[in-house]
Each structure stands twice: as C-alpha cells, then as structure tokens.
C-alpha cells in the first residue's frame, strides 16, 4: 500500500496544465505526455508513504509495478498523463503526520491522573490541586512514533491545565511537538527537536532545549517561552515573554503586541549534548533584533515589542535532573543583564551577611524565620505560584 501526503488537496488539473509539455498542449489528457522532470516537480506537492518509509513521487513511479500503471515509456522517459492522475487519486489518503490524527490514533502518553505512566522516566505530570474533572479527561499527550518512520516522528499535546508536564530527550529527540489549547500550565521540553508550535494556549511557561527548526507562536496570551530556536515566529501573540538563543532575528507578525524580548535564563544537565546533537551555534544571538512589517515606519515598535526591562529579569531554575554536565549558563548575557544578576545574588548575600552579624538568639531566629516564611507564603499566594509549588513538592515525593 502506498499512502500519499498531499499538501493541496485541489487543482490538480490545473498543476498538469503547467507541467504538461507545450507541444502537447490542446490534446485529450488520455495522449498528453508528463516527462520524468514534471513528475519530480510534482514530488513538491505530493510525498509517498510507503512500508514505514517517505520517498520521493518519481522514484516510485519509475518501480516496475506502478510504473505499468502510469504507462511509463522509457524511450521517452514520460507517462501518460491521464494515467498518472487516475493513480494519484486512487492512493491518495490523508496526511498521517498531522497534529490532529496524531491525537486520535497516536500512543497515549498521558490521558488522565491515577493511571499509570507508558514512561514514568521521562514524563511526570501533575494535577496541582484541580478538581475540574472534564478539563483533565480533555487532556491529551500522545505520539506517533510506532507508525512513522523517523524524521516525521510527532508528539502532540492539547488541554493541559492547571499542570506541570516534563518530558525528556528519549520521548522528543528528533521530534516535532504541537502544542494546542494548554492554560494555566508548566511545560518543560529538555530535549533536541525538529520544531515546536504552540497555539491557543494562555498563561503558560514553556521551557524548551534546541529547537533544529522553528518556534512558532500563534494565538497566544500571557506566556512565558524560554526557548533555543533557529527561527522564531509570533503571530497574534499579547503579552508574551521569551527569553531566546536564536540565529535569525525574531519575526512578529500582524497581531502581535507586548511582546517582551530578553536572553536565554536557564539551563540543565543535559543542554550542552543537545546544542551538540542539534549542531546548533549559539555564538550568535538576535533576539534582540526582531522584525515586523508593522513596525516598517518604526512608529508602533514601542507597541509590538520592547526589550525586557533589566529590573525584571531574573534566572530561571530547572527543578528536574538530567543526565549532562552543564552546570550554567551556556550563552553570555548581555552587560545590562549580567548585572541586574549579580545585583540579585548580592542582595541575597548581604541579606545572609546580614543575619549572621545580628548574632540573633535561638527565640529570635525562630521568628525571624517564621516572619520570613510567612511573608514567603504570601507572596506565593499573591503571584499564583503556590499551586506550582505544591505539584513540584508532590513530584519530589514521589521520585
């Protein structure tokens, strides 16, 4: 069987109009050559799927059995164009690398709290305290890697809420990850992949490692990405924060606004064998060259975007182990971020300093923690981070 992916799915006669050759134009379709060079033009538009394998349309075409089918000459080196059109349409199938059939027929990694994990190495999710029980049946995480061959591998999330999900290089190496309708979440990606796009999702913070492709961003609000890309792309983004290693300079396109832009904050073990593994150079950063055609007369760049305030930046810790041997930073920060760093380390150390010289007593240090620990437990509850808190110390329990 032969399945064939085809990225338009009308007008194909009008495609045989523009490849056919111009000596054979005015003739019935029945008696009009399609040369071997028009069939390779058409592998732009159609790719074969076929014994867990993608190859080229010319070159199953040219097989003994199917070459009969298509009437192939090989004086000539053509086929007959009508018999080529009648075989495209009698083996053409829906594209099986999509997103949406990789949820309705992939392997479920994640469906719903309780069950057991396929690879509790590699994914751990939890539910944070929530108790809507449709929104966790809705919640979906699966991947197609046992019917596609590799390099069109897929792993396909949709209606994450109120969760903390962690998958590791195993599960996304060399994959593609979609990510669609996820909210109120905390997706770490720790792996090399092909290319991730996130769409309709909200207040959410996805970490990701090299990303070999593109990042795309679409239809998104109040998100957190902290991600390594070769090319990033928003579109109809609001009130979105990335922290980026990328090579070309960001594209925003109509729609965006608020976009605040800042470097790369985080790291884990592994993330120097995945920049290895994704041959992927971060001596070169633009992420703070962003370009957009709505800001061509440089009027509203103010309104699309902006570089992250210095004050706001801060470093973002990982609280998973890898495997690896990175233990920083692996891109330098820019001279107006380094130093908002060290000022934050310095505070913390003159705070520690600090305490140490008040040579408090034994009652006094109690309370002084204890203030300390409730102003801590406040804050958690003012910024919403005291649920991600809780799923984070359920995870440490159960590891």
């Excluded at 897929?154 to 962690?166: E, F």
Aim: aromatic content about 6%.
């Amino acid at each position: 069987n032969v399945v064939t992916k085809v990225r338009t799915s009308s007008g194909i006669n009008a495609e045989y109009g523009i490849l056919s050759e111009p000596e054979s134009k005015g003739l019935p379709l029945d008696r009009q050559p399609l040369s071997l060079s028009s069939i390779t033009s058409l592998g732009v538009m159609f790719t074969v799927y076929t014994e867990n394998n993608v190859r080229p349309l010319n070159e199953v075409l040219q097989q003994q059995a199917h070459a009969a089918l298509c009437a192939f000459n090989k004086l000539t080196q053509s086929f007959n164009t009508l018999q080529v059109r009648s075989w495209l349409l009698d083996h053409m199938h829906a594209n099986p690398f999509t997103s949406k059939r990789c949820l309705m027929h992939g392997r479920t990694v994640f469906q719903k709290p309780g069950r057991p994990l396929r690879r509790s190495s590699d994914i751990t999710i939890e539910n944070g305290g929530s108790t809507n029980t449709n929104t966790l049946t809705r919640c979906r995480i699966t991947v197609n890697d046992h019917e596609t061959p590799a390099g069109h591998r897929l792993l396909a999330m949709q209606y994450v809420s109120r969760q903390i999900s962690v998958l590791s290089s195993e599960t996304l190496l060399n994959h593609r990850v979609h990510i669609t309708h996820c909210n109120d979440a905390s997706i770490y990606l720790l792996s090399s992949m092909k290319g991730v796009s996130v769409k309709q999702c909200s207040r959410t913070t996805i970490v990701t490692g090299p990303i070999a492709g593109a990042l795309y961003l679409t239809g998104c609000v109040n998100m957190r990405i902290i991600a390594i890309a070769r090319r990033v792309v928003l579109r109809n983004c609001h009130n979105c924060r990335l922290y980026l290693i990328t090579a070309t300079s960001p594209l925003l396109l109509a729609g965006c606004n608020d976009i605040f832009l800042a470097p790369y904050n985080t790291f884990y073990c592994g993330l120097s064998g995945h920049l290895s593994h994704a041959n992927f150079n971060i001596t070169k950063n633009l992420w703070d060259t962003p370009a957009s055609p709505m800001c061509l007369d440089g009027d509203n760049s103010g309104k699309v975007y902006q570089k992250l305030p210095p004050e706001q930046f801060h470093l973002f810790a990982i609280p998973f182990n890898t495997e690896g041997t990175t233990t920083g930073l692996v891109n330098t920060l820019p001279v107006e971020y380094a130093a908002q760093t060290a000022r934050s380390r310095d505070r913390v150390n003159t705070w520690y300093d600090m305490v140490q010289k008040c040579d408090l007593s034994e009652a006094q240090t109690a309370t002084l923690a204890s203030t300390v620990q409730a102003r801590f437990h406040d804050w958690l509850e003012a910024t919403g981070h005291q649920k991600e808190l809780e799923s984070l110390i359920k995870l440490r329990d159960k590891s």
